[in-house]
């Protein structure tokens, strides 16, 4: 997903999900938890901006602890999500 429509619409969707996801918490619906978290890391996936400051702080975190080739592939990774 990019922009548009589409964009606005896998948004929306994320923030139902997570209100899902709270009531699901704050019940104590393990079952129903884990699957909304699967489907939110797999929607996140599909967003370009959040997806882009994933990698940013992944590959920070390997800078950080000395892992120069796994910063550079995450860097590459936050290039290619834009």
């Known amino acids: 997903v990019k922009f548009g429509d589409d964009l606005w619409n896998l948004r ?3 923030q139902n999900l997570s209100v899902e996801l709270l009531e699901a918490i704050n019940n104590g619906r393990t079952k129903e938890e884990n699957g909304i978290r699967n489907t939110l890391r797999r929607l996140e996936q599909r967003d ?3 997806l882009y400051k994933m990698e940013l702080q992944n590959a920070k975190q ?3 602890d000395g892992d120069h080739e796994v910063a550079a592939l995450h860097m590459d990774a936050a290039s290619n999500a834009r």
Request: glycine letters at 0%; a negative charge.
């Open 62 to 64: 390997a800078q950080l």
């Open 48 to 50: 370009p901006e959040l």
């Open 12 to 14: 929306t969707e994320m």
